[in-house]
Nanobody, 122 residues
Framework: VQLQASGGGLVQVGGSLRLSCAAS????????MGWFRQAPGKEREFVAG????????YYADSVKGRFTISRDSAKNTVYLQMDSLKPEDTAVYYC????????????????WGQGTQVTVSS
């Protein structure tokens, strides 16, 4: 599966942004779609994941209650709605596909899209 992320930009503290990840190629019902982020000088970290079939979701504690992951099966697209943004949310955001629901490990996600920059200004 090929992934294309978009929707990043500059937003003020407390603002909102929605990222999109368009998937092409065959998407198996067992896939788990995830969002990760990487800030300068830091390791890539898990943000949110969703089971393609059924739509079950899970989140990193740092974004729980502020971010919402969803998918539109008809459009083969996964979204990340980000609300109440903080400066520490500034990072390059990546979408990825894997098979292990509940995993937050980079190694468990085999397909990656290019990143999209999110900058939260104070």
């Amino acid at each position: 599966v090929q992934l294309q992320a978009s929707g990043g930009g500059l937003v003020q503290v407390g603002g909102s942004l929605r990222l999109s990840c368009a998937a092409s190629g065959r998407i198996f019902s067992s896939y788990v779609m995830g969002w990760f982020r990487q800030a300068p000088g830091k390791e890539r970290e898990f943000v949110a994941g969703i089971k393609w079939s059924g739509g079950r979701t899970y989140y990193a504690d740092s974004v729980k209650g502020r971010f919402t992951i969803s998918r539109d099966s008809a459009k083969n697209t996964v979204y990340l709605q980000m609300d109440s943004l903080k400066p520490e949310d500034t990072a390059v955001y990546y979408c990825a596909a894997g098979l292990q629901y509940g995993s937050s490990l980079v190694a468990d996600f085999r397909s990656w899209g290019q990143g999209t920059q999110v900058t939260v200004s104070s």
